[in-house]
C-alpha cells in the first residue's frame, strides 16, 4: 500500500504522503469481494486495483475543480507550451483560437483554474506590502 501510495507521491507531490497512505488504508480494509470470473486474478491484484481506486477518490474528493475543469486545463497548457515553442507570446484571444473556443468559453475556465491556485503566505505578505 505505502508503495502504491509514493508512486502516487512522485506525480502529485502537493499531497501530503501520509494523507495518500491513509486513504490507501480505508480503501484496503474494505471488503473483497471477488467473482468466480476473476478465478485467474490473484487476490494482491485485485488488492491493488482497490488500493489505488481509493487513492484517486481521494485525490478526486480533494481537487477544487471538477475533471472537465482540469481537462482543459491540460488542454490550455499545451496549447500554451506548442503556441510559446512556435515563438509566440501567447495572449488569451490566441491560446482560445488554439484550442478552437470563444474568447468567452475559455476566459470562464481559466479564472476557475486561476482562483483554485494556492499561493504562499509569504508570496501573499510581500504582495501586500508592494501594494500597501
Not at 80 to 90: M, N, Q, T, V, Y
Amino acid at each position: 500500500m505505502k508503495l502504491l501510495a509514493r508512486r502516487l507521491h512522485r506525480r502529485c507531490p502537493q499531497v501530503e504522503l501520509d494523507d495518500l497512505i491513509s486513504a490507501g488504508t480505508i480503501g484496503s480494509s474494505k471488503p473483497l469481494t471477488v467473482s468466480t470470473r476473476a478465478g485467474n486474478l490473484q487476490l494482491k491484484t485485485l488488492a491493488e486495483h482497490r488500493i489505488n481506486g481509493a487513492l484517486l477518490d481521494y485525490l478526486r474528493h480533494i481537487d477544487p475543480l471538477s475533471r472537465s475543469v482540469r481537462c482543459f486545463q491540460k488542454q490550455r497548457d499545451a496549447a500554451i507550451e506548442h503556441l510559446s515553442a512556435a515563438g509566440e507570446a501567447p495572449g488569451d484571444s490566441g491560446i482560445a483560437q488554439a484550442l478552437g473556443v470563444s474568447l468567452r468559453k475559455y476566459v470562464t475556465p481559466s479564472r476557475m483554474i486561476t482562483a483554485s491556485e494556492p499561493i504562499s503566505i509569504h508570496e501573499s505578505a510581500i504582495a501586500c506590502e508592494l501594494t500597501g
